[in-house]
């Protein structure tokens, strides 16, 4: 059962983003920085954690094998994210202009909301399953995982407030989003998907790296080529790197 708490207890990292947001005034500069932030932390994620991951899990008999398997898992779930583009109504490819923001926005919103409740049932499930088998490593992995979802918290919020206005819809969707960490957790516990799951585990894995891809190349960096303050950019960028390395070097001690 301490495995089913963390996993509901990291999803309450993402409500924590959320309130930063509501109870700071929800200005440009902030939402840049918490953009800025979310890149920083993406990036390293995908080179440091969730790639040599994916690659160690892969069960196969060359390397060459396991980049195609990794090569193949990211297209899709970059893929995925690309179609789920085209059923997202009002989104502009041009992010110069304010009116086109508003709607980039929202549709950053709606497609990290459904790559993150994607994302976090696979990392309850995983978290699940560490904690089970060792309880110091599970909490440093939630750790881990529970700051980098203070930013997307942040960064879900401050987007979907920003196009709807509706604080009652925003909160609804990140407590959602929140649950859906417990769910995985869920998952396993209840079909006891121990067996199966190294497998789930790697498929899904390269499938989040793709969808983190997408998300990092094709919706934070344009905006931040367009961010109006640099200095914020780039500080909330390095700050994003340095959560990381830290929460990393945590998990570090008992890999």
């Known amino acids: 059962m301490d495995g089913l708490l963390l ?14 947001v509501f109870l700071t005034k929800n200005n440009d500069k902030f939402i840049e920085f918490s953009i800025a932030l ?10 440091i954690d969730i790639l040599p991951e994916a690659y160690e899990g892969i069960e196969a008999s060359s390397g060459w094998w396991k980049a195609l398997y990794i090569v193949a898992g990211t297209l899709i779930g970059f893929c995925l994210l690309k179609g789920l583009d085209h059923f997202i109504p009002d989104h502009e490819d041009d992010l110069t202009t304010d009116k086109d923001d508003h709607a980039n926005l929202k549709h950053i919103g709606l497609i ?32 881990g995982v529970g ?3 203070i930013p997307l918290g942040m960064v879900i919020a401050s987007t979907f407030y920003q196009t709807t206005k ?11 989003i929140s649950l859906s960490t417990f769910l995985g957790g869920l998952i396993v516990y209840v079909f006891h998907f121990m067996e199966i799951m190294s497998v789930i585990k790697t498929i899904s894995l390269t499938l989040t790296l793709g969808m983190l ?3 990092f190349t094709m ?6 080529m367009h961010s109006k303050n640099k200095k914020i950019t780039i500080s909330g960028c390095l700050l994003g790197v340095i959560l990381v ?3 990393l070097l945590m998990h570090g001690h008992h890999h």
């Open 112 to 143: 990290s909301s459904v790559a993150l409740v994607l994302h976090n049932i696979v990392e309850g499930m995983a978290i699940y399953t560490l904690t089970i088998s060792d309880f110091t490593a599970g909490i440093m992995a939630s750790l």
């Open 245 to 247: 390395l830290l929460t």
């Open 7 to 20: 996993t509901l207890i990291l999803g309450l990292f993402i409500i924590v983003g959320a309130c930063i």
């Open 166 to 176: 509706d604080k009652k819809k925003t909160w609804w969707l990140i407590i959602l």
């Open 38 to 47: 979310a890149a920083g932390v993406i990036f390293m994620l995908l080179w």
């Open 213 to 215: 891809l997408y998300i």
């Open 219 to 224: 919706e934070l960096l344009p905006k931040m």
């Open 147 to 149: 700051l980098h979802n």
